[in-house]
T-cell receptor, first 116, second 111 residues
Framework: GAGVSQTPSNKVTEKGKYVELRCDPI?????LYWYRQSLGQGPEFLIY????????DSGLPNDRFFAVRPEGSVSTLKIQRTERGDSAVYLC??????????????FGPGTRLTVL | SQKIEQNSEALNIQEGKTATLTCNYT??????LQWYRQDPGRGPVFLLL?????KEKRKERLKVTFDTTLKQSLFHITASQPADSATYLC??????????FGKGTSLLVTP
C-alpha cells in the first residue's frame, strides 16, 4: 500500500511569511509524528498525535509552530512568521498505534523548507 | 544533559567486510533502542529494535547489541555491499512515543 506522503516536497518562502506543510499518513494509522531535521543532524521530535489530539507537543520550539489533525488522518504543520532558522527538512511519520511504545514509525520523504 | 553520540566521521569499508557502527548515550534509561537507515533525500527507514533485556538481535546480515551498563549499542552489517551505503541513525526514548535520534554515521561501502 501507499506509504506516508508529504506535500509540498520543497517550499521556499520569505522571512516573516506563514507556511503550511501537509502529511498524509498510512491509511489506518492512528499515531502521527512530526520531526525536523537540520543538515548533518538527526531528526528532532516536534509533536505526536494519537487520533485527533496532540498527545505530546513538548518538541515544538515556540508558539510560532502549531499542528492539527482534525479528522485523525491528515495532519498540517503550521509555521507563523517564519525565520531563517526554521529552514530544515520537516519529516512526518505514522505508526499503527497497536504496539504501544515499540510501534514502528514509518517516515515520509519530508518537506524541505527554505526561508530566505 | 541527555546525549546520543554516534561516530561523526564517515566509515569507509571494502565490500564483503563487516561494518560496525557505535551508538553511545548518556542520561537516558531507554526501554529499547532502534536503528534506522536514511538515504539522501529520503526519510529514515526502520531496521531493528532491541529491548533493554535483549543483549543481541539479528536480522539477515544485520546484528545489533545493547549494553545498558556501558550505555552503548553496536550495529553490525556483515558481508557489506555497496547498496548498504547510507547514513545509519540510532534512536531511543526514555518513555513515551517520541524518538530521540543521534546525528547518524555515514557508511560508504566500496567495491
Amino acid at each position: 500500500g501507499a506509504g506516508v506522503s508529504q506535500t509540498p516536497s520543497n517550499k521556499v518562502t520569505e522571512k516573516g511569511k506563514y507556511v503550511e506543510l501537509r502529511c498524509d499518513p498510512i491509511s489506518g494509522h492512528t499515531a502521527l509524528y512530526w520531526y525536523r531535521q537540520s543538515l548533518g543532524q538527526g531528526p528532532e521530535f516536534l509533536i505526536y498525535f494519537q487520533g485527533t489530539g496532540a498527545a505530546d507537543d513538548s518538541g515544538l520550539p515556540n508558539d510560532r509552530f502549531f499542528a492539527v489533525r482534525p479528522e485523525g488522518s491528515v495532519s498540517t504543520l503550521k509555521i507563523q512568521r517564519t525565520e531563517r532558522g526554521d529552514s530544515a527538512v520537516y519529516l512526518c511519520a505514522s505508526s499503527s498505534g497497536l504496539a504501544g511504545l515499540t510501534d514502528t514509525q514509518y517516515f515520509g520523504p519530508g518537506t524541505r523548507l527554505t526561508v530566505l | 544533559s541527555q546525549k546520543i553520540e554516534q561516530n561523526s566521521e564517515a566509515l569507509n569499508i571494502q565490500e564483503g567486510k563487516t561494518a560496525t557502527l557505535t551508538c553511545n548515550y548518556t542520561n537516558y534509561s531507554p526501554a529499547y533502542l532502534q536503528w534506522y537507515r536514511q538515504d539522501p533525500g529520503r526519510g529514515p527507514v526502520f531496521l531493528l529494535l532491541i529491548r533493554e533485556n535483549e543483549k543481541e538481535k539479528r536480522k539477515e546480515r544485520l546484528k545489533v547489541t545493547f549494553d545498558t551498563t556501558l550505555k552503548q549499542s553496536l550495529f553490525h552489517i556483515t558481508a557489506s555491499q555497496p547498496a548498504d551505503s547510507a547514513t545509519y541513525l540510532c534512536a531511543l526514548s526514555n518513555s513515551g512515543y517520541a524518538l530521540n535520534f543521534g546525528k547518524g554515521t555515514s557508511l560508504l561501502v566500496t567495491p
